[in-house]
């Protein structure tokens, strides 16, 4: 059966952690259950307090491409378990990232509290499907 981590580690991803010598404890952690696919309470209280986050897509040939995205507190917010929102700034109006999700689904989100030393980044293989690794 699949693991939730499949998303971020591919088999080439698996095959430089056997060889540098990480696979082992990632395996152990796929075996309890993987990364979390849902928004816990304690993920959504640290999505309340973001300020800004990295948003990546890429396009159907697989060009990559990452924009800032920022606002006040509560720009970024939790619609369900699986949903988030945001407001869409105008910004400079090259509408890479749009262009991108019409003809690729896929996205990542990466949230970084600087000043605490923490992170969590968002796997959105499917629009409806998140996979989150804090």
Known sequence: MPSSSDIAFTPAVKLWQERRGSRAAYA???????FATTVTPELAAFIAEVRSFYLATASKDGQPY???????????????????AFADFTGNRQYITAGNLAENARAFIFLMDYANRRRVKIWAPRASSPTILS
Do not use: S, W
């Open 66 to 84: 990452v924009q800032h995205r920022g606002g006040p507190r509560g720009f970024l917010h939790v619609i369900a378990e699986t949903t988030l």
């Open 28 to 34: 152990r952690m796929e075996a309890k259950g993987g």
